[in-house]
């Protein structure tokens, strides 16, 4: 079974920056991703990327002040988050996409999932 470990998060004020890493096993993967749920919300997608080809995807709510990044030899998942608010408060989950099934937008469509860690912005 494929390994899913995420850490980085932490609480800021507004307008601070968090970067969260995440560390999967196997190299195989068609993409990652990360999902973001907070108290009574729906878990939501935040931003994904192909694991050949590079192409991102990242969700309106978060464009201009998110990044995500990863490097292929490490199988390293990265999210850069800068200009945080407090809209961004929540748990954030590293997802595999390991099976392509249409979406890397789709929580549906992702087979492995870390424990996640919080993210708490402060106004």
């Known amino acids: 079974q494929v390994q899913v470990i995420e850490s980085g998060g932490g609480l800021v004020q507004a307008g601070g920056s968090l970067r969260l890493s995440c560390a999967a096993s196997?190299?195989?993967?068609?993409?990652m991703g990360w999902f973001r749920q907070a108290p009574g919300k729906e878990r939501e997608f935040v931003a994904s990327?192909?694991?050949?080809?590079?192409?991102?995807y990242l969700h309106d709510s978060v464009k201009g002040r998110f990044a995500i990044s990863k490097d292929n030899a490490k199988n390293m998942l990265y999210l850069q988050m800068n200009s945080l608010k407090p809209e961004d408060t929540a748990v954030y989950y590293c997802?595999?996409?390991?099976?392509?099934?249409?979406?890397?937008?789709?929580?549906?469509?992702?087979?492995?999932w870390g424990q996640g860690t919080q993210v708490t912005v402060s106004s």
């Open positions: 196997g190299r195989t993967f068609h993409g």
């Open positions: 997802a595999v996409n390991a099976f392509y099934k249409g979406s890397y937008e789709n929580a549906k469509f992702y087979d492995y």
């Open positions: 990327i192909r694991w050949i080809g590079n192409i991102t």
